[in-house]
Each structure stands twice: as C-alpha cells, then as structure tokens.
Nanobody, 124 residues
Framework: VQLQASGGGLVQAGDSLRLSCAAS????????VGWFRQAPGKEREFVSA????????DYADSVKGRFTISRDNAKSTVYLQMNNLKPEDTAVYYC??????????????????WGQGTLVTVSS
C-alpha cells in the first residue's frame, strides 16, 4: 500500500487543522491505520490509530480530547482532526497502515507501512 499524507501547514496556537492520508494498493478496509509524529530532535511517537471498521480508536495521552481520528473506507482515506493546537504539537506527521494489526489496537509492534510526512508547525 502507498500512503500520501497532506494537510500540514503553519498555524497559530489554538487553531485547528485536518490532516488527510489517501491510501492506494490493497483494500483499505483490511488495514488498521493511524498517525505518528516526530518533533525536531525527538523520537517518533504514536499519535492515534483506528480499527478497520472505525469501531475502536486509540490516542496518545497528549492529544486526547483535542485530536480525532476517522476514516472513510469508500475513499481509502484516514483523517486526523486536530483542534486547540499547541506549539508542542509541532512535528512531521506520518500516516501508517498495517493489515496484520489487531483491531483491538493493543499491538505495540511497529506499523508495517509508512507514508511520507506532512509538516505541522504551531506558532505561539
């Protein structure tokens, strides 16, 4: 599968932004998909994931209540709605996909497929 992320940009603290990630290749619904991010000088970290039918979602504590992940299987796209953005959300955001991951979202192994990143910069 190929993953193409978009929607990054420069915003001010408190603003909102929606990231999109379009997938091609195998049937999108067979994948658990999600988002990671990497801030300058920091390790890549998990942000959010969503199960195949969108019945389960998972979030990092740092984004709970502010970010919402969703997916449109008909469009083979996963979204990340980011509200009340903070300067510490500044990072390159990567979409990920894995056809073997459990829909319980309790699997901590690395995701199999990674897209290119999209940069989100939040100014204070």
């Amino acid at each position: 599968v190929q993953l193409q992320a978009s929607g990054g940009g420069l915003v001010q603290a408190g603003d909102s932004l929606r990231l999109s990630c379009a997938a091609s290749g195998r049937t999108f619904i067979t994948y658990v998909v999600g988002w990671f991010r990497q801030a300058p000088g920091k390790e890549r970290e998990f942000v959010s994931a969503i199960s195949r039918s969108a019945g389960n979602t998972d979030y990092a504590d740092s984004v709970k209540g502010r970010f919402t992940i969703s997916r449109d299987n008909a469009k083979s796209t996963v979204y990340l709605q980011m509200n009340n953005l903070k300067p510490e959300d500044t990072a390159v955001y990567y979409c990920v996909a894995d056809p073997y991951r459990s829909s319980r979202l309790d699997d901590r192994r690395p995701f199999l497929y990674w897209g290119q990143g999209t940069l989100v910069t939040v100014s204070s």
